[in-house]
């Protein structure tokens, strides 16, 4: 069972939910799209990358049909995120009878509202009839499909997780998309069909989220799940910038006997800069006996922890920036089945994993060190810049 949670959190542990562990594009976009194509009363979308494409076209066609249907569908996507959607796709949508919204528009854009443009919408949710929800890292773009993508090598798709939520929790998620459509369109929605209350299983899970300082749940469960741990701590995230709070809950369990391994991208990734900002935090790390793993055959876009029992799947990366600045949503999930198939994923992974020792990670190359103080000096100056509390 879990620890006690010494924070306030807005959403609390339910049970009575079904939860289904959704691995890489080929399981989990086949699986939102029949969930769109069934719909029957409201389809709600909530999403921060968004790029057209075969996939995002997919999306489109089903959500343009759901709307015929007479269903209520609203898609609220992030407007920097989204920046990779054309016009066409965007009239389509709206032309269907879509109601397409865009979080915290870039317009306007002055050196003095920096901080406004800074928050972005990373939550990736669909729900479809307040009856089963997905949530985890993905976003709409080919990316992530590796039978779709064309435009890339087919072995490259990107790594990654999501997970399908049935039961009382829908409530949460239903809650969480309702008032941030109202914040960024000032409509209310208002839906028919209530999100589902009645138990549809036997596992517990909850709802956890990020929205700038004031609400750092994200962060604060993870912490006190690794202060709890007794066995294991298995972290995957595609950006690796974590807070001073973070990297000593890992030191401190390592050293206590806990198997702390990290599963981070290793010689593929969108954004070569945070990777190398991050791996100044290696040596520390490693030192105190955190096991890290660089996953080698594509980019590991995933957001997955696991404390022993305890494992959370969402849009939340272990990086200041996402836990300061960005609104993020985790489902967690405290189930002992569960988590035995999240830690067979895990196996799966560090198997297609170099892992770097204390010793060679000492013997790296010289411009391993220079691109680690460079980017981490960026990185550190942009903290400043943006006066960025999240390294406490």
């Given amino acids: 069972m879990i620890g006690h949670?010494?924070?306030?959190?807005?959403?609390?542990?339910?049970?009575?939910?079904?939860?289904?562990?959704?691995?890489?594009?080929?399981?989990?976009?086949?699986?939102?799209?029949?969930?769109?194509?069934?719909?029957?009363?409201?389809?709600?979308?909530?999403?921060?990358?968004?790029?057209?494409?075969?996939?995002?076209?997919?999306?489109?066609?089903?959500?343009?049909?759901a709307a015929d249907r007479g269903v209520m569908a609203c898609v609220l996507f992030d407007a920097f995120g989204a920046g990779g959607?054309?016009?066409?796709?965007?009239?389509?949508?709206?032309?269907?009878?879509?109601?397409?919204?865009?979080?915290?528009?870039?317009?306007?854009?002055?050196?003095?509202?920096?901080?406004?443009?800074?928050?972005?919408?990373?939550?990736?949710?669909?729900?479809?009839?307040?009856?089963?929800?997905?949530?985890?890292?993905?976003?709409?773009?080919?990316?992530?499909?590796?039978?779709?993508?064309?435009?890339?090598?087919?072995?490259?798709?990107?790594r990654e997780t999501m997970i399908e939520v049935r039961g009382p929790l829908l409530a949460?998620?239903?809650?969480?998309?309702?008032?941030?459509?109202?914040?960024?369109?000032?409509?209310?929605?208002?839906?028919?069909?209530?999100?589902?209350?009645?138990?549809?299983?036997?596992?517990?899970?909850?709802v956890t989220i990020a929205q700038g300082a004031a609400h750092v749940e994200v962060r604060s469960s993870f912490v006190n799940h690794a202060r709890n741990a007794r066995q294991r701590i298995w972290v995957a995230t595609a950006y690796f910038v974590p807070s001073w709070k973070i990297r000593r809950a890992l030191r401190v369990a390592a050293r206590r006997g806990v198997d702390v391994r990290l599963l981070l991208p290793g010689p593929y990734?969108?954004?070569?800069?945070?990777?190398?900002?991050?791996?100044?935090?290696?040596?520390?790390?490693?030192r105190h006996g955190v096991r890290i793993f660089e996953y080698q055959p594509r980019f590991t876009h995933a957001k997955v922890s696991l404390c022993d029992n305890w494992a959370s799947v969402g849009s939340s990366n272990i990086d200041r920036w996402n836990?300061?600045?960005?609104?993020?949503?985790?489902?967690?999930?405290?189930?002992?089945?569960?988590?035995?198939?999240?830690?067979?994923?895990?196996?799966?992974?560090?198997?297609?994993?170099?892992?770097?020792?204390?010793?060679?990670?000492?013997?790296r190359p010289w411009y391993y060190r220079i691109q680690e103080w460079f980017w981490g000096g960026v990185d550190a100056a942009m903290s400043r810049l943006t006066k960025h509390k999240g390294n406490k």
Avoid: C
């Fill in 5 to 65: 949670d010494p924070a306030k959190f807005r959403f609390p542990w339910r049970d009575g939910n079904q939860f289904r562990l959704l691995i890489d594009g080929e399981q989990f976009y086949p699986a939102m799209l029949d969930a769109i194509n069934a719909a029957h009363v409201s389809v709600f979308l909530e999403m921060y990358l968004v790029t057209s494409g075969t996939v995002t076209t997919k999306f489109i066609d089903a959500l343009i049909a």
């Fill in 85 to 158: 959607l054309n016009k066409s796709d965007r009239q389509r949508l709206q032309r269907g009878g879509v109601r397409l919204r865009f979080y915290n528009p870039l317009q306007h854009m002055r050196i003095t509202k920096l901080h406004h443009h800074l928050s972005r919408d990373h939550r990736k949710l669909l729900m479809v009839d307040g009856q089963i929800a997905y949530t985890g890292g993905a976003g709409l773009t080919d990316d992530f499909a590796r039978d779709l993508n064309k435009s890339h090598d087919q072995q490259r798709h990107w």
């Fill in 172 to 206: 949460d998620w239903s809650s969480l998309f309702l008032e941030n459509w109202e914040y960024s369109t000032r409509e209310v929605l208002v839906v028919n069909a209530p999100a589902l209350l009645t138990a549809l299983g036997t596992q517990r899970g909850r």
């Fill in 269 to 286: 990734t969108d954004h070569a800069a945070i990777r190398h900002a991050g791996r100044r935090f290696y040596y520390g790390l490693l």
């Fill in 323 to 363: 836990l300061y600045w960005n609104l993020e949503a985790n489902q967690e999930v405290d189930d002992a089945p569960f988590a035995a198939q999240v830690g067979k994923m895990f196996e799966a992974d560090f198997a297609l994993s170099r892992e770097y020792g204390l010793d060679e990670w000492r013997a």
